[in-house]
């Protein structure tokens, strides 16, 4: 199951993208025009040109998802516009989106502190939590 969490890093891409682009056609986006690593674990997040449509692709160290959520009615009522080719939102941003709003204008509070692990630790198989 793929949930989004304050945990993840979530990158949309500015520009829109054809469509008829699956898991392999995205991965070369994120690696090309992000260049970022698209097994790096973070959620990318595209849209089509006329803005009905989101796709998310996300690596979860068994395979990717390739998810898709295209609008009954209407369109984004934001996108990201910018010199980069990317920018970060938080989860929270990112379920605003994904209802048809702007979270530029949502009056969502900023994260209390920034949830992070030691991927080293983890990595070693160990946890800095002790209970």
Not at 5 to 28: M, N, Y
Not at 38 to 44: H, N, R
Not at 78 to 85: E, Q
């Amino acid at each position: 199951m793929l949930q989004v969490t304050p945990q993840h890093r979530l990158l949309l891409a500015v520009e829109s993208i054809d469509f008829r682009k699956g898991i392999c056609g995205l991965k070369a986006v994120c690696q090309q025009k992000l260049f970022c690593d698209p097994f790096s674990g973070a959620i990318f997040a595209f849209t089509n040109r006329s803005r009905t449509s989101v796709k998310l692709l996300v690596y979860d160290a068994s395979g990717f998802w390739l998810c898709q959520k295209r609008f009954s009615k209407g369109k984004l009522a934001w996108w990201p516009k910018s010199n980069s080719h990317s920018v970060t939102l938080r989860a929270s941003e990112l379920h605003v989106l994904l209802a048809q709003g702007n979270p530029m204008k949502a009056a969502i509070p900023d994260d209390w502190r920034c949830v992070r692990q030691d991927y080293a630790a983890v990595a070693a198989g160990e946890s800095k939590l002790s209970l």
